[in-house]
């Protein structure tokens, strides 16, 4: 276990993140102002600094600045007035890049010497629960494998199948497209992100890998008028926790 000390943060800092998440909302119109390179960079920088399961960060995002790409993006998603964006990014899960991540894992780990647990990990234990298989055989027979050994103790079941990896990296992925969002609003920049698209036609505008999985395009830009269309709405919070 690690023994670096959990910083505590002062209050102010628990109330400014609240009202930065507050001031976040889907923005439908945007002016033409760009956003620049370094913003851009730093935003991402911000994304990946979220937790993905086994450290093994599953996700891609491909940055869309030209105006003759977004020009054929609009159509895309389905000519939504977000799309007029003067940037968007395409977030994509990666449940195909688990391989490399565990070889990356230990060449990029960040002390002299990788630990031997850490290297027993990713070398042994993460590809057996990754590897799901040709035609996901391997996740068939593991699933067997695990449901006898869970009779009598606590096992970890997933995933076990290419279904339940698309799952996996799709979780992790969302969390880091959430930081980006408050990233750029951080930044005094506006998104929306944009899960309605023709996920066929994306592919043919970008170079998007067969295995990766588009969960959403994220329009990022200046707030233009009558940007926001509704007023927030969030269902009572008793509906939707339980206290044990």
């Given at each position: 276990m690690s023994s670096r000390p959990v910083p505590v943060l002062p209050m102010s800092c628990a109330a400014e993140f609240r009202a930065l998440v507050e001031s976040r909302r889907a923005i439908r119109r945007f002016t033409a102002e760009l956003v620049p390179d370094g913003v851009i960079l730093d935003c991402l920088q911000t994304a990946v600094l979220a937790p993905s399961s086994c450290n093994l960060q599953p996700w891609s995002f491909q940055v869309v600045r030209d105006p003759a790409l977004l020009q054929e993006l609009h159509p895309v998603c389905l000519r939504q007035g977000a799309a007029k964006a003067p940037l968007l990014i395409a977030v994509l899960a990666r449940p195909d890049t688990w391989r490399q991540a565990c070889a990356d894992v230990i060449e990029h780990w960040p002390e002299p010497l990788v630990p031997e647990?850490?290297?027993?990990?990713y070398e042994t234990?993460?590809?057996f629960q990754y590897n799901q298989g040709t035609f996901g055989l391997r996740g068939f027979f593991k699933r067997l494998l695990l449901r006898m050994t869970g009779l009598k103790h606590p096992?970890?079941?997933s995933p076990n199948s290419h279904e339940e990896m698309r799952l996996w990296a799709v979780k992790s992925t969302a969390l880091a497209a959430q930081n980006l969002m408050l990233a750029f609003q951080s930044?005094?920049?506006s998104t929306c992100p944009m899960e309605g698209f023709d996920d066929m036609r994306l592919r043919e505008v970008l170079p998007i890998p067969p295995h990766a999985i588009p969960i959403l395009l994220l329009a990022v830009g200046k707030e233009g008028e009558h940007a926001v269309y509704n007023p927030r709405l969030r269902f009572p919070l008793e509906g939707h926790v339980t206290w044990h």
């Open positions: 647990r850490i290297r027993h990990f234990i993460a590809p096992v970890m079941r930044h005094g920049y």
